[in-house]
Structures are given as C-alpha cells and as structure tokens.
Nanobody
Framework: QVQLVESGGGLVQPGGSLRLSCATS????????MGWYRQAPGKQRELVVE???????NYADSMKGRFTISRDNAKNTVDLQMNSLKPEDTAVYYC??????????????WGQGTQVTVSS
C-alpha cells in the first residue's frame, strides 16, 4: 500500500517560514520523481516544485528564490522549505510521487494535503 503523508502545515504571518515534509512508504522512493503541488480555494491545483530521480529541480516562477525542495533517498522523504511567505501562498499543499514506466503507463500517487495559511 502506497502512502504519502504530509506534515508541517499551519498558520504563519507574512514574511514567515514553514517547512513541509512528506514521508512515503510502499514505493521505491529513489525511482520516483517527487513534487509539491498546491491548490488554493477556487483555483486549480498547480505545480510548486518537482525534483527528479537525478536531483534536478523545476520550480514554478513565483516560488523561485523563496522555496527549496530537498529529497532524502535514505529516509524516503521530501521536504519543502518555504521562506518569505505571502498571503497568496495560502493553499493546501500536496506531495506527489511520479514514475513513468512507459509512454502509456504512469504510476502517480498523492498525499492527503496539508493546509498552509499565510495571514496576519
């Protein structure tokens, strides 16, 4: 059974920081591209950042310089350090694991999400 469990969300003031963590089980973690997505009320889910099995990263433009993703293949975890938070960063943040097995087969899993609220 695959599980992705996020933690670390909460309420933070503008300009503050939070660190999210995603603990995984049931997958061969090192074979999966890992990512963080977010969904604000009334909006579509969007990519925050992803990191591939080779360690390369792809950040959404609005997160560059403020957010940092890190993966630990020994602990099967992926973290998201968020600095200089803004009210528009308020959303539910989801952990994502993805592995393409062929051009037609994609293994993809999601966590349950963790709420991040940026407000004074």
């Amino acid at each position: 059974q695959v599980q992705l469990v996020e933690s670390g969300g909460g309420l933070v003031q503008p300009g503050g920081s939070l660190r999210l963590s995603c603990a995984t089980s049931g997958i061969i973690f090192r074979l999966y591209d890992m990512g963080w997505y977010r969904q604000a009320p009334g909006k579509q889910r969007e990519l925050v950042v992803e990191t591939t099995t080779s360690g390369s990263t792809n950040y959404a433009d609005s997160m560059k310089g403020r957010f940092t993703i890190s993966r630990d293949n020994a602990k099967n975890t992926v973290d998201l350090q968020m600095n200089s938070l803004k009210p528009e960063d308020t959303a539910v943040y989801y952990c994502n694991a993805k592995r393409r097995l062929s051009h037609v087969q994609l293994n993809e899993y999601w966590g349950q999400g963790t709420q991040v609220t940026v407000s004074s």
